[in-house]
């Protein structure tokens, strides 16, 4: 139990890394494109070389290869999108933006599942709008405070 | 432009994950997840390669080294959370604190390391931001 503990912890600490590198790489002006096209060059790399390793064969079926590449693009595009946000925004509440983006599979899964909506999701549903909320309404007072200074 | 990239993460980055919610509803073994995700990743990457291909693209050294660091850690945290579920921890602690967990590191290293000062009302957003999610990998 004390590894899984461990192992949590090391989760937390390089998903939190990979935020503070992608800032990073922005401050080292690298490429945005670039930079995404080689995380995935990577991760297809060591993807591929995982299920040969395990599964020895690539069978995939008709909807199940127009899902990976759906939402294969959707996963470039979100990266792309955030690498480029962090050269404008806060590394923070882009990183908040990514986590709290979990919620639309859930409301989708809710529609296409018929998932009941307990008062657990509710409650951090109407949490994620008023966070958002709060996110976008302090970035504009961010924006005028900055505006202001500027012209003084 | 800020509010647009937002927005695009939104709606992108948390639908990207769900086919590995489809899959088992389809009633496809779980050995099938890695070929998946093979052609999740090669989609991702000709769709941003293929326009920068077609302008003459060039790849420096420097992005190969900094996309082959964040690609390991991407994985890394991945496998750490894998294994922290097949140790026998719970789904509803594995999922909070790793996502939680990164939020609060990327709060305080976005505060120590870039200098980054934040109106009290975007910290309000990010507080309750990083509880709603903490809420939603617990329901």
Sequence with gaps: MKLAV?????????????????KLAERKKCNTSALVVWIFAWATLFMAGQSFRLAGKFQL?????????????????????????????KVTVAWLMMNLSAGVPALVSIYLYGEKMSLLKSIAFTLALVALL????????ETRVNASGEAA | MWLLLMLVILLTN???SFG?????????PSSLKYPYLTLWYAAGLVCIALPLLL?????????????????????????????ALQSGLPGNVVFPVTIGGSILIVAVAGRLFFAEKLHPLSWTGVFLGGLSVVLLSVS
Excluded: D
């Design chain 1, 6 to 22: 461990l192992m949590c912890l090391a989760g937390a600490l390089c998903f939190g890394l990979m935020a503070c590198v992608s």
């Design chain 1, 61 to 89: 079926t008709g909807p199940v290869v127009g899902l990976a590449v759906g939402l294969g693009i959707c996963a470039a595009v979100g990266y792309f999108a955030f690498q480029s946000s962090i050269a404008l925004g």
């Design chain 1, 134 to 141: 709060c996110l976008f309404q302090g970035n504009r007072l």
């Design chain 2, 14 to 16: 948390g639908m990207s």
């Design chain 2, 20 to 28: 590995l919610k489809v899959l088992p509803a389809w009633g496809l």
């Design chain 2, 55 to 83: 302008r003459g693209w060039k790849s420096g050294w420097k992005e190969v080294g900094w996309g082959a660091l964040l690609a390991g850690l991407s994985m890394g945290g991945q496998l750490a959370m894998a294994n």
